[in-house]
C-alpha cells in the first residue's frame, strides 16, 4: 500500500505495551485489509506512508515472533 493510498477508514491497533510504559516512541500500528491483508504504519510519525502485507506475509511474520526467530541474542 503506497503512501499515497487512503488509510482514513481503517481500524488501526496498537500494542498494550505502547501506552503508559514511555516506550511508545517505538510502536506501530497495524490495521486488517479487506480481503485479509495487514497495514503497517509508524504510531510516531504517520507521514512515513503505510506498508502493506498479505495474510500470509503476515502469518510467517507472526509466527516467527512467536518462535523466537526475532530476539536478541
Known amino acids: 500500500m503506497p503512501a499515497s493510498t487512503?488509510?482514513?477508514g481503517l481500524a488501526w491497533r496498537k500494542s498494550s505495551f505502547s501506552n503508559g510504559n514511555g516506550g511508545g516512541d517505538g510502536c506501530v500500528e497495524v490495521a486488517f485489509l479487506p480481503g485479509g491483508g495487514v497495514a503497517v504504519r509508524d504510531t510516531k510519525d504517520r507521514s512515513l506512508g503505510v506498508h502493506?502485507?498479505?495474510a500470509q506475509e503476515w502469518a510467517a511474520f507472526v509466527a516467527?515472533?512467536?518462535?523466537?526467530e526475532f530476539d536478541r541474542p
Do not use: L
Open 52 to 54: 502493506r502485507f498479505t
Open 64 to 68: 516467527g515472533v512467536r518462535a523466537g
Open 6 to 8: 487512503p488509510s482514513a
